[in-house]
């Protein structure tokens, strides 16, 4: 899911939204919040993920795939609100695999979230799984498409964002079938360093990339998101 900037305050506070739900998971801090004029919303940690009016985001997530015919086997790496899974579904997604690592995030979700994720974890064509998303992408499977709705920050302390981009776009691109396509949420349009170096990685790691600039209904700022296909395996 996509890490907004975060404010000093929460939003949910900002803007004298009614929370819903506040939970500590095992991971991370969870907020349902409604809003009169977004719908319901997800905050983790205090970042704002996204709300029910946010359709843009999981249509510029599943675009890509579906433009190149990359909708047969489909692995989405987080994404535990659902949207992303019920796109893929809803656009003909043969099979669509969901691994996010906070069962509580999926749960809440699936309580709260209806109009975002409708019944996609119950969809013949979804399997859910509770893992560590990254993990996936070291197995030996390879998939159609790939959705990356996971953060650009490492979770190392000891590795740079850098690296952590590279490593990401190295696996995806080796976890592809010929002609599939990889498709990724990057960050708002006002982080202009973070969108070079997620440009520069795809650029060493693909042949073929493009980013586009898409307004989401609840963000403060317009969001980036990026496809890549034809992947440099020996980069």
């Known amino acids: 899911m996509a890490t907004p900037l975060r404010p000093t305050t929460p939003e949910y506070i900002q803007h004298n939204q009614q929370v819903l739900e506040d ?10 919040a409604e ?10 940690d205090d970042d704002l993920q996204i709300s029910e009016a946010d359709q843009p985001y999981n249509q510029a ?39 996010d690592i906070d069962r509580a995030v999926i749960d809440l979700c699936r309580r709260y979230l209806p109009q975002l ?3 996609a974890f119950d969809a013949p064509q979804a399997r859910v799984v509770v893992d560590d998303a990254l993990a ?17 920050e490492p979770f190392s302390p000891d590795q740079s964002r850098t690296r952590f981009i590279d490593q990401v776009l190295a696996h995806a691109g080796r976890r592809l079938r010929p002609g599939g396509t990889f498709s990724m949420q990057c960050c708002g349009a006002n982080e202009p360093a973070l969108l070079e170096e997620i440009r520069q990685g795809l650029a060493r790691r693909f042949r073929t990339w493009e980013d ?9 700022v317009d969001w980036v998101f990026a496809w890549a296909r034809h992947p440099r395996l020996g980069a």
């Open 61 to 99: 997530m599943v675009d890509p795939l579906a433009r190149h015919g990359s909708l047969g086997r489909v692995l989405i790496l987080g994404g535990g609100d659902g949207g992303v899974l019920r796109e893929a579904i809803s656009r003909g997604a043969r099979e669509a695999i969901l691994v």
């Open 212 to 220: 586009t600039t898409v307004s989401i209904p609840s963000y403060d």
């Open 136 to 152: 996936w992408l070291h197995r030996e499977d390879e998939y159609d498409g790939i959705i990356y709705d996971l953060t650009m």
């Open 35 to 44: 809003d009169p004029d977004y719908g319901r919303l997800l905050y983790l």
């Open 23 to 32: 939970r500590h998971s095992d991971f991370q801090h969870i907020v349902i």
């Open 117 to 119: 994720c409708g019944d």
